[in-house]
């Protein structure tokens, strides 16, 4: 198994607010797509419920999602109570996906963590977790088709 953390971030260190992303940014969808095609996604509940309800369960991957509700379920979506029994029913290529706590909480077992970093800050109430791994690689600034300006960097530990 391999495990990834993927996200994107404002300049500011925020990842969302009122439980959405607070930017569009199609070319990041696009890569986050073709990054975790075919893998096992594990998300908080609230991520879950952020995802517009034409994209849940994520079609092609594995949509785990871990709540401490004992109730609760949703069409698509493993069920888990914690990351620990969520990762031992994942297999393959792993991606974590959010938010903040869960992040947080993988982020010592990752072997990669991908982030786009955005130029511009945004208001929010949820941020990223410090990453602390050595930088594998870092694009050069694009400017999305939505006028805002964003790199991809890469961890690797
Ligand atoms: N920018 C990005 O790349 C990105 C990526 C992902 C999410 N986001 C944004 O982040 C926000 C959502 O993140 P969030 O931090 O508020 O919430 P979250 O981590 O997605 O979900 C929190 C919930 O997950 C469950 N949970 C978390 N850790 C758990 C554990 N160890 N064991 C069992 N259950 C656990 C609990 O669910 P219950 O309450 O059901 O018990 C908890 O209330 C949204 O704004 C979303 O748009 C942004």
Sequence with gaps: ??????????ANGVIGRDNALP????????????????????????????????FRPLPGRRNLVLTRRPDWS??????FGSLAAALDAATGDV???????????????????EVTELQESFEGDV???????PVSG??????????LHYRHVTYVR
């Design 138 to 147: 870092t694009t050069e600034w694009a400017t999305s088709s939505t006028g």
């Design 1 to 10: 198994m391999t495990l990834g953390l993927i996200w994107a971030q404002a």
């Design 23 to 54: 930017w569009h940014l199609p070319e990041d969808m696009k890569r986050f797509r073709t990054l975790t095609a075919g893998a096992t996604m594990i998300m908080g509940r609230r991520t879950w419920d952020s995802l517009p309800e034409r």
């Design 95 to 113: 991606w974590v996906m959010g938010g903040a706590a869960v992040y947080a909480e993988a982020l010592p077992f990752a072997d990669r963590v």
């Design 74 to 79: 949703a069409p698509g979506a493993e069920v």
């Design 127 to 133: 941020t990223a977790p410090a990453v602390d791994l």
